[in-house]
């Protein structure tokens, strides 16, 4: 019996990696004999790099960068096992998780540190890298990524621009002379589900800017911002991002990306799922158990456990969800080899009892689904 273990973290709660250790723990008490292969899993939001890392028996690297807000913090970048791909995830240097709820500044925010986190690793000899771009706190279009690796932003008198999306409405010129050269010399992968474009009301300001803590006001003001820097950048690259797929991902840096650097976009889970060859540890398994916090109808659209469910019906290996909570409409993942998905719920209890005890209920939940799906095999 061999039981592949590929969940995503339940957000606030427990890891994928501490998640996928609670579940090994519930099959072998059912079945102390399982063969267990442990794929702890992400969509390209935040933990992508931690279980990219730990699926390939990588490392990460610490970095002293400058924060969303300007202010100088530590940030990783990751390795993988092949020693020659670099993942760069973004929340790290320049995410939501840095800033407190009443310091929400996406006028302010910045993505230098970002910036600083790909020429830490350019300079530590990395030329592929993969980028997850979940969890931003910013709406600068990349800018200040940008300006960390080179790229002069300048205002009318030549001043160069300082951090933020507000600060785009003084941006009159744009010179990639100093850009960093090694760029053309690299592979980027980005990993995000975002298909927004870079403006308009399906644009980065106006579906992410709340999120960071936007006004009505100031999410007008952001779009006006980036469409004059989508302007700028059309005409110094040819590329007009205003309403290319994705280039809204992460306050407009996935544009960034998608201007200036020699990049292709993919979904996170496909993404993290290749990079963990979970299709090739399918060989001879029997069962996949998958899950994160919450499982609804928008787990169809590219959430991890629908990407492993995928993978795994490829192979045809059938797929169980295991989630804190099952919402409705979940109907149509039984079309992509999910064959059950259940809360791990086991009682009435608080949602911070619930976050508390998750790795424990998990682990019995775990056991109760494992001998019922074998044993009336």
């Known amino acids: 019996m061999k039981v592949i273990i590929a969940p995503d973290s339940y957000k606030g709660s427990i890891t994928a990696m501490e998640a996928a250790v ?11 004999d399982a063969e267990t292969v442990l794929i702890p899993v992400a969509d390209g939001g ?4 931690e279980n990219l890392v730990a699926a390939t028996n990588g490392h990460t690297k610490a970095v002293t960068v400058t924060g969303p807000l300007g202010k100088q913090i530590q940030a990783d970048y990751g390795v993988l096992g ?3 791909t670099c993942v760069i995830e973004m929340a790290t240097a320049s995410g939501l998780n840095l800033v407190g709820c009443n310091e929400l500044d996406p006028l302010k925010a910045t993505t230098y540190g970002t910036g600083e986190l790909i020429k830490a690793a350019l300079d530590a000899g990395y030329r ?4 997850a771009l979940g969890g931003s706190a910013t709406n600068d279009g990349g800018a200040g990524m940008l300006q960390a690796l ?8 030549g001043n160069e621009l300082s951090f933020g999306g507000g600060e785009l409405t003084y941006l009159h010129q744009i010179s990639t002379a100093n850009f960093d050269p090694r760029i053309k010399e690299c592979q ?11 403006v308009g009301p399906n644009g980065a300001s106006h579906v992410f800017g709340p999120q960071k803590g936007a006004s009505e006001v100031m999410v007008e003001e952001l779009d006006k911002n980036l469409y004059h ?13 205003h309403d290319l797929t994705g280039a809204g991902a992460a306050g407009g840096i996935g544009g960034a990306f998608q201007a200036f650097f020699p990049s292709t976009m993919k979904r996170g889970v496909d993404v993290v799922i290749e990079h963990a060859r979970l299709e090739e540890h399918l060989e001879g398994a029997d069962l996949v158990i998958t899950g994160e916090g919450q499982v609804d109808f928008q787990t169809a659209f590219g959430k991890t456990p629908m990407g492993v469910a995928q993978t795994a019906k490829g192979r045809n290996v059938p797929t169980i969800i295991l989630a804190g909570s099952v919402g409705e409409k979940i109907q149509a993942l039984y079309e992509y080899g999910v064959i059950g998905a259940y809360s791990i719920i086991n009682r009435p209890m608080t949602l911070e009892e619930a976050m508390k005890d998750a790795a424990l209920l998990l682990e019995k939940t775990t056991e109760q689904v494992c001998r019922t799906y074998f044993l009336t095999k």
């Open 22 to 32: 609670s579940i090994e723990k519930g099959v072998l008490q059912a079945f102390p």
């Open 82 to 84: 092949d020693q020659q």
């Open 150 to 157: 080179g790229v002069e932003l300048s205002d009318k008198s």
């Open 188 to 198: 980027f992968l980005i990993a995000s589900d975002v298909e927004n474009p870079f």
């Open 46 to 49: 935040e933990g992508t790099m």
């Open 229 to 241: 820097f989508a302007n700028l950048i059309e005409k110094e690259t040819g590329i007009r991002l």
């Open 128 to 131: 592929k890298f993969v980028l």
